[in-house]
């Protein structure tokens, strides 16, 4: 492969999603807070850094994975930072979720120094992550995106180019309030059907078969009821990605009542220290709100 990539950012999405692009043939050079993700990653082919300029001067594309806005503005400006070892012709690729009108911000501020930058939101989750098969939501200049094509084929199934710089992260935050609701939904249909005396296994299986059928329930739905809520989305990140989608909509006077009230319900989680729980977690929240703790 022509293009050298580097990774920033080795968690639960940008570990495999790097780990993919090695298996693709690309030269990675990763760099990571901590360093058993990195040190797993090198014994794989993956050259280390200490810095994300250095990943910047070693990269023709850097891929960005991070918790939210801070995190991507400081590692793109900060001491050492990407801008620091940058290069006429760099394309930073965001695939965090965060602010798009900060995405906007921050796209300007590097195409003032000769950085391309594409937002490229995903969602999938950790097995997407894992099975290469995320789709993708791109924002950008058209020419950047097909410039990062043969990288997205790597990482996602659906790839769609979604408009200029902050597109991507506004599809993302839609995403994100739809798979909320549908959480909720979920949560409390197999809450009522549980607690009027209805199997849960029951409840899935008829579910499934109508126009209730959905994604969310395909894929946690049978560990929703066994009560298994290992993070394939943590609750603390999807409550971020609904504050951000908030923060769009008051801005653009969109009115948002349920995305509001499962944010509360996501909040709850946290207060509970339930966090770091898979999203689909909100379901104990339905229980507790019930007075319904399933045998």
């Known amino acids: 492969m022509s293009e050298r990539i580097g990774c920033i950012g080795l968690g639960l999405m940008g570990k495999p999603m790097a780990r993919n692009l090695l298996r693709a043939g690309f030269q990675v050079t990763v760099y990571n807070r901590s360093r058993p993700a990195m040190d797993e990653l090198i014994l794989e082919g993956a050259v280390a850094a200490d810095s994300p300029a250095q990943v910047a001067q070693q990269s023709d594309i850097v891929i960005t994975m991070l918790p939210d806005t801070p995190d991507v503005e400081s590692v793109i400006f900060g001491e050492q930072g990407i801008l620091a070892g940058a290069h006429e012709g760099l394309l930073v690729i965001d695939m965090s979720t965060i602010s798009p009108l900060g995405t906007v911000q921050l796209a300007a501020k590097l195409e003032q120094h000769g950085v391309h930058m ?43 180019y979604c408009g200029q710089h902050g597109a991507g992260q506004t599809v993302k935050a839609c995403n994100q309030v739809v798979v909320a609701l549908i959480i909720a939904a979920v949560s409390e249909g197999l809450v009522l059907g549980s607690k009027v005396g209805v199997r849960p296994e029951i409840l899935l299986q ?23 809520f290992e993070p394939g989305g943590k609750v603390q990140f999807h409550r971020k990605d609904l504050g951000i989608a908030l923060q769009l909509a008051h801005a653009y006077d969109v009115a948002l009542p349920l995305t509001a009230l499962v944010d509360q319900f996501f909040t709850t989680l946290v207060a509970h220290q339930q966090g770091m729980m898979d999203h689909s977690a909100l379901l104990t929240v339905i229980e507790r709100l019930s007075n319904y703790q399933p045998g």
């Not at 049978?222 to 298994?228: A, L, Y």
């Open 206 to 228: 008829v579910l499934s078969g109508g126009l209730a059928q959905n994604r969310v329930m395909d894929l946690r739905g049978p560990t929703m009821i066994k009560h298994r």
């Open 118 to 160: 594409l937002d490229a939101p995903v969602s999938g989750g950790d097995v997407g992550a894992r099975e290469g098969t995320l789709s993708i939501m791109v924002g950008g200049s058209e020419a950047d995106f097909e410039r990062a094509r043969p990288v997205f084929s790597v990482l996602g199934k659906t790839i769609t």
